[in-house]
């Protein structure tokens, strides 16, 4: 059982370049969602997905992009990367507990270290 | 707005003492709060939720309405309890988590 599976671990881009950041999991989650975590600012929430063909914008949206064509799969693009985009980041994925609205366990990937140069 | 405050960047303490991670939120509503861990080299996973009332690798939090705080607290640290730990909540019809910017507990032997 894989869960929550982010590729690449590391990435080292050009200002200016783009590139895509992969997030898949296989629980059959409908709510999947990105953060970035800084020193001393948490994690705040970047986009996020509550099933396929929706998404919506979180705290820190400017900058990147995201689509959610399937369940499985949620990817996070930079356009055009820049130094302040250096981060880590992180891809969760949970479903709410049928019946009681309540929410349930988020699961995370390992994450993503960018750096921008 | 929501909000999570955890005042505290970093605690430290020894092997034993009492540890207690603080943990202040702001939000109109009912809301469901976390605590997450996130120990050297691993992903971030859930320690505990309110709703549970359990405790977990001896670690407790009691939700206080009325001081709107979500405070961590284990009698006895040990440790292996050295990670960074963050508090969160989410709203009851919405899964959006909304993380506070996180407590570093260091455990000395």
């Known amino acids: 059982n894989a869960g929550v599976t982010q590729t690449p671990k590391f990435q080292v881009l050009k200002t200016g370049q783009s590139m895509t950041l992969q997030c898949a999991q296989d629980m059959n989650h409908e709510y999947m969602s990105w953060y970035r975590q800084d020193p001393g600012m948490g994690l705040r929430l970047i986009h996020y997905s509550v099933g396929a063909g929706i998404t919506d914008q979180g705290e820190v949206p400017n900058g990147y992009n995201v689509s959610r064509s399937t369940t499985e799969d949620f990817p996070l693009r930079l356009l055009s990367a820049a130094p302040s985009q250096t981060s880590v980041y992180f891809c969760?994925?949970?479903?709410?507990?049928?019946?009681?609205?309540?929410?349930?366990?988020?699961?995370f990937g390992q994450g993503t270290r960018l750096t921008v140069v | 707005a929501q909000r999570v405050t955890q005042p505290e960047k970093l605690l430290s303490v020894f092997k034993g003492a009492p540890v207690e991670l603080k943990c202040n939120y702001s939000?109109?509503?009912?809301?469901?709060l976390f605590w997450y861990v996130q120990y050297s080299r691993q992903r971030l996973q859930l320690l505990l939720r309110?709703?549970s009332r359990e405790s977990i690798k001896g670690f407790t939090a009691d939700l206080n309405k009325g001081e709107t705080s979500f405070h961590l607290k284990k009698p006895f640290a040990q440790e292996e309890d050295s990670a960074m730990y963050y508090c969160?909540?989410?709203?009851?019809?919405?899964?959006?988590?909304?993380f506070g910017t996180g407590t570093r507990l260091q455990v000395f032997p």
């Open positions: 969760a994925s949970s479903t709410p507990t049928q019946g009681s609205g309540l929410n349930t366990e988020a699961f």
């Open positions: 309110h709703i």
């Open positions: 969160a909540l989410s709203g009851v019809s919405t899964d959006k988590l909304i």
């Open positions: 939000y109109s509503g009912s809301p469901e």
